[in-house]
């Protein structure tokens, strides 16, 4: 973590903070908290793939980071950040709005979040074009290869057993991440109130959990 990273970083949108104590965990030392992609294109209101809500959140995720680095586990911040032409966004044949281009305004961490700078690596996906849904691992687009991001590694060294996920969005990069972590051995957990999703509808909500459960992650927090 530089301090280069944080500079955009101090808490600045406190009106904006959820203060909403539904979220409850605690962790130990053997406990990882993944917070993903808090960016401002995803996060903020102006932001190029606004996740509804997304800016909400933040109050709630600060919490987290403030309890697992009490607790003495390992705080993790992950950032979608891709080149500016990739075959992960529309203009180039992919699904997706142009987002969080490296070194962008859309890609930096939102204003606000982890205030007192407790995350101890940031974890960059899709920094070659791949796709980058999973903190764990991308995937060349129409690819099935998985090429490793280097976390699992970083999260074994430090003994770290149980990891917890949060932040944007609940559908997509949370859910793969989570899915990741359970496929890696590791105890997860999503925490539903600290994610939102970018397509916030019943049928998709059904589906996430359905995929989450399946793959044995325990969903705090989410509608029964
Ligand atoms: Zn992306």
């Not at 987290?64 to 586990?73: F, L, P, Q, S, V």
């Not at 950032?79 to 281009?101: E, K, L, M, R, Y």
């Not at 990741?180 to 589906?207: H, N, Q």
Request: charged share 20%.
């Amino acid at each position: 973590m530089t301090d280069e990273q944080f500079e955009t970083a101090m808490p600045t949108a406190a009106e904006n903070w959820d203060a909403s104590p539904a979220v409850v965990h605690s962790g130990g030392q053997n406990t990882a908290l993944v917070v993903v992609d808090m960016q401002n294109d995803f996060g903020h209101p102006d932001g190029s793939l606004f996740v509804s809500g997304g800016d909400s959140i933040v109050g709630a995720i600060n919490d987290e980071i403030e309890r697992t680095a009490a607790g003495g586990g390992t705080v993790v911040v992950t950032q979608d950040w891709h080149p500016a032409s990739t075959p992960h966004f529309i203009d180039d044949g992919g699904v997706w709005p142009t987002h969080c281009v490296a070194g962008t305004w859309g890609a930096e961490l939102m204003d606000g979040l982890d205030p007192n700078r407790r995350a101890t690596a940031v974890i960059r996906k899709g920094t070659n074009g791949e796709d980058g849904y999973s903190a764990f691992a991308m995937r060349e687009p129409g690819g099935d290869v998985d090429i490793p991001t280097g976390l699992a590694g970083l999260l074994r060294e430090r003994g770290i057993e149980r990891v917890v996920v949060c932040g944007l969005a609940t559908d997509v990069c949370v859910a793969a991440t989570a899915t990741s972590a359970a496929e890696s051995g590791f105890d997860t957990i999503v925490l539903w109130d600290a994610a939102r999703p970018v397509y916030p509808d019943d049928e998709t909500e059904t589906r996430v959990l359905g995929e989450l459960r399946a793959a044995g992650v325990e969903v705090i927090g989410a509608p029964s």
